[in-house]
C-alpha cells in the first residue's frame, strides 16, 4: 500500500474501501471480483482500489452493488413512526418512492384523518389499529408541505421521495362528498393549486387511480376514481408548468394509455 503523508499525518486515499466482495456495478456485466473505494460519500475506485483507507470493510461471500430503488411502496403512514422503512433496507433498497396509486396520508384534515386510515386499511390491507396508534392523536402535518417538513425532521435511514396523491388530495377539497361525485371547476382550480404548491415544496410528482379494484371504507370507490378524465388532466398541469416531475396512475375507465400519451405530450412529462 501507498501511504501518503501532511503535516506528519498520514493521508488516506478512501474513507472506507470495500474489498474481497463479487462486484455487479449495474452495467449488465457479470459479476466479478474487485474493490471498492469510497470518498466523500462517493465512489472514486471500482475494481481496483489499491490505496489505504481510513475503515475497510471485508465482503468476502457477499454481493456489492448499486442500491436497489423501489418505485412503488405505500410507507406513506409508515414513515411518521419507522425512520427505517421496515424492511426494506433489508433487501437492498436504498431509495423508495411513496404515493403510489394516488394515495397518502397528505394533504388531511383533521376531521378526516379516520376516514384517510380506514381508506388505507380497506385498499391496501394495513391495520388501522396500527396506524391510528403509529400515527398518534395530534399527526405533525395538515398539507403536504408539512408532512415533508416532518419526514425531513424525523429523518430516514434510506433516501424517500414522495408524490402527492389523488385520494387524500381530493378528500382535502371536497371532504366526504369526494367518493360520491365529480369536482366542480373551482375544486379542480383549488386541487391543481395544491399539486403545484407540493411540487415546489419538493414531491416529484401526482398520482392517482381509477381501478375498479380500488375500493375504499365501506365499500366505496376512493376518491380519485369519481374524478373526470379532465379533472386529472388538469391536476397534471403543473408538470408541465414546472418543468419537472412525474405522474403514476393505476389504470381504468377513462385513464389508460392513450389518456397517458395525452398528458405526456401536453405536459412534456413521464
Known sequence: MTHHYCCGEIIVAYDIK?????????SGAKAYAGEVGIKDGKIVALGNAPEDAAEVIDAKGNVVCPGFVDIHTHYDAQIIWDRMLTIS??????TTVLGNCGFGVAPTRA???DLIVRTLEKVEGMSAETLFEGLGQDWPFETFPEYLDAIEKSGSA???AVMIGH????????GEESTD???TEEEIATMRGIVKESLEAGAIGFASSKSFTHTGYKGKPVPS?????????????PLGELGRGIMQA????????DEFDEISLENKAT
Open 225 to 237: 376514481r369519481l374524478a373526470s378524465t379532465e379533472e386529472i388532466k388538469e391536476l397534471a398541469r
Open 181 to 183: 361525485r365529480e369536482a
Open 167 to 174: 385520494t387524500p388530495l381530493r378528500l382535502y377539497v371536497l
Open 111 to 113: 376531521e378526516h384523518r
Open 89 to 94: 433496507p433489508w433487501h437492498g433498497v436504498t
Open 18 to 26: 470495500i474489498i474481497n466482495g463479487s462486484i455487479i456495478d449495474g
Open 250 to 257: 393505476t389504470v381504468g375507465p377513462g385513464l389508460s394509455f
Open 158 to 160: 434510506i433516501n424517500v
